[in-house]
């Protein structure tokens, strides 16, 4: 197959990277994480799962779909009908939009154990008014996490006491610079189903906890009654339960994973798939916990904007009506199971995991994984493909464009292996460098 042909798009990048630091505002929407040098970087145009970039170029995307945002997909018809009508009827006022309101009802309606909602704009950021709302509720310091939570001083500071204890829990290289020292010891790790690391922190900091927080589900399936003995821990203890929803949520049905999975936390956080790619998050939680966020102040001109309020609340109706978890579901275990069909077929040793709606594979072979994702990725490219070794689901997919992803991720597996058996690097197939897998400084 001929070489990748850059264009304005790889261009641009090399201009971003000068006067942007890092190059753009998320670090999974860095090139470098895909195609080093490589990767087409921007699109003019996107609609369901087609990316249109600079050069006019088509692509399907089966990687992140707006990075988990686009449960719907690009340009929903109806989701971006109910933004303009909030844009033509002005999305900006001094005084408030209904649909704060309407929403939060909903998400009442959807999560009974709620009592309370609040906004913010991004995911990351309404985790720091969890951590906050949390600590003001119950008068303590301490929390304990598991998983990534954004990059706010709260969260970063997990590494001021022992600089990699973010490395397994959500990527290596985050130095905790510009946090203030004294934050040291306040957020404090542990690890998805290890019960027992849980516990030997709540005895060892027993009366300081203000929350626990965690994504109820991500990549593995709960074990032992892992959420049900945190959730009576936490009750005990009168610690707050926050459930990261931001990611989770709205991929296993209406709302929360946790509805799904029996658990109910005193405070959940949504993004992502809550809004279809507009620019909200929703922290929602038990009423009395709720109440505490009256006697701190969190407030902002922008979380009452109504365009994204708007264009929630449509999405929130159509997932609803479309059944939209049944389809990310179908999709997901269609991908994954692909995946290692053909990976068998080759006689090529993949590793999958993730929840249905989620998935991700990783290529265990002679060469370092990151080189067979990169090849993957530079391969799908050239057959019009936005891929990474990570399957997002969303609506906007169908049975007929995973069948075609899968036949040309097997035409790519294939490769690899005739590349093994002739005795070459697919290292040395690569037509740039390798693609990064954690956080640094960009040269
Ligand atoms: C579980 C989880 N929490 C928090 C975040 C941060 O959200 P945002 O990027 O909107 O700030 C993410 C984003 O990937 C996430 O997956």
Redesign the pocket.
Same mark, same amino acid.
């Given at each position: 197959m001929s070489k990748i042909i850059t264009g304005k798009g790889q261009k641009l990048y090399l201009k971003a990277k000068k006067i942007i630091p890092g190059g753009t505002q998320?670090l999974?929407k860095r090139p470098e994480m895909f195609l080093p040098d490589l990767w087409p970087a921007y699109y003019s145009k996107a609609k369901g799962c087609k990316i249109r970039d600079l050069d006019d170029r088509e692509y399907t995307d089966v990687s992140y779909m707006g +990075? &988990?945002a686009n449960v719907l997909g690009y340009a929903h018809d109806e989701v971006d009908a109910a933004a303009k009508k909030a844009i033509e009827n002005g999305g900006m006022c001094t005084l408030n939009s209904p649909e704060e309101v309407y929403l939060a009802e909903e998400l009442l309606r959807l999560h009974p154990w709620a009592g309370g909602v609040r906004y913010a704009k991004?995911? &990351?950021?309404a985790?720091a008014l969890a951590a906050r709302i949390a600590r003001a509720y119950t008068g303590k310091d301490i929390i304990l996490f598991c &998983?990534?939570?954004?990059w706010h001083d709260w969260y970063l500071s997990a590494n001021l006491s022992d600089k990699n204890a973010l490395n397994d829990q959500h990527i290596a290289g985050l130095a905790p610079l510009g946090v203030p020292s004294g934050l040291a010891g306040t957020n404090l790790p542990f690890h998805y189903n290890n019960f027992e690391e849980f516990h030997a922190l709540t005895e060892m900091h027993r009366g300081k906890i203000a929350a626990i927080i965690m994504?109820p589900i991500r990549n593995d399936l709960p074990e032992n009654d892992f959420l049900q003995k945190i959730r009576q821990t936490a009750s005990m203890a009168g610690i707050v339960l926050v459930f990261?929803e +931001?990611?989770s949520g709205f991929r296993l049905c209406a709302g929360g994973s946790h509805k799904v999975l029996g658990v109910e936390p005193d405070i959940a956080v949504f993004?992502?798939g809550l809004t279809n790619g507009y620019p909200l998050?929703a922290i929602i939680g038990r009423g009395d916990v709720m109440e505490a966020s009256q006697d701190t102040f969190i407030s902002s001109t922008f979380y009452t904007e109504r365009i994204a309020l708007a264009a929630t609340l449509k999405n929130v109706e159509l997932y609803q009506k479309y059944r939209v978890w049944e389809k990310q579901t179908e999709y997901g275990r269609m991908v994954q199971e692909g995946w290692k069909e053909k990976a068998e077929q080759y006689g090529l040793k993949i590793e999958t995991g993730g929840i249905l709606p989620l998935g991700h594979f990783t290529m265990k072979g002679k060469e370092d994984p990151l080189v067979y994702k990169t090849f993957f990725t530079q391969e799908m490219l050239k057959r019009g493909y936005i891929a990474s070794t990570s399957f997002y689901a969303s609506y906007s997919h169908s049975p007929e464009i995973i069948n075609d992803y899968i036949e040309n991720t097997g035409a790519v597996f294939k490769e690899i292996a005739s590349i093994n058996a002739n005795g070459h690097t697919v290292e040395s197939n690569l037509e740039g460098t390798v693609c990064h897998s954690g956080f640094g400084r960009l040269i």
């Open positions: 998320l999974s +990075i &988990g991004a995911g &990351g950021e985790m &998983g990534y939570h954004g994504e990261d +931001i990611t993004a992502k998050a």
